[in-house]
């Protein structure tokens, strides 16, 4: 490319030359940013969700290929949010495909000061003794005088990375279980 060639390319003279005065498009436009591509272009499907970060409860597109999670972006059609993220759910990939997701059973035993792998049978079975032990032992059929059928023992305190539909389950099965204190960390 020849001197004069590289000068009709710097983007003050295509901005006076070409139609775009404001440098808002073409103008503004370089050859690299040209052969940028939408990191969604390749994506097979979109599936609607909702950020499970906070209560704001933003619409999320969740845009997947071969069965993987690719991008997450803000839904233009959620009243709520209107296509937009904070950063938090922008970010919220991250949840799904960061590499310091867990995919071990962590296990901390009392006064133990060391975390230790289960396997996730074993954790299961741990986990449905203790709560069949604690809702038996704390079941209340009454209450000053009412009837109430609950257990004040257990008690679910769901996480930000917790999805909509989890976070859905999750309060099913605790309130079939007699629990009343049910809460998600991004209503508090
Ligand atoms: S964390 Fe951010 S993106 Fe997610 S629901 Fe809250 S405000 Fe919306």
């Excluded at 994506?43 to 209560?55: D, E, F, G, L, N």
């Excluded at 590499?99 to 986990?127: C, N």
């Excluded at 203790?130 to 209340?140: A, L, M, P, Y």
Aim: aromatic share 4%; net charge positive; proline share 5%.
């Amino acid at each position: 490319m020849n001197l004069r060639t590289t000068a009709l390319q710097w983007p003050v003279l295509r901005q006076l030359r070409g139609g775009d005065p404001q440098a808002l498009g073409a103008a503004a436009q370089s050859r690299h940013s040209a052969d940028l591509r939408p990191r969604t272009e390749t994506a097979q499907k979109v599936v609607k969700s909702i950020c499970p970060y906070c209560a704001v409860g933003c619409g999320q597109n969740v845009y997947v290929e071969d069965g993987r999670v690719t991008q997450i972006e803000g839904d233009p059609d959620s009243p709520v949010s209107r296509g937009r993220l904070c950063p938090k759910g922008s970010a919220s990939k991250q949840l799904v495909t960061g590499p310091s997701r867990q995919f071990q059973v962590k296990y901390r035993r009392p006064h133990g000061a060391e975390w230790e792998d289960l396997d996730l049978e074993t954790a299961m079975d741990m986990i449905s003794d203790r709560v069949i032990k604690t809702r038996r032992e704390t079941w209340q059929d009454e209450a000053e005088g009412k009837r109430v059928n609950r257990t004040m023992g257990i008690a679910s305190l769901g996480g930000a990375t917790l999805d909509n539909e989890e976070n859905y389950l999750m309060k099913k099965l605790y309130s079939a279980m007699g629990a009343i204190q049910i809460e998600n960390q991004a209503r508090i």
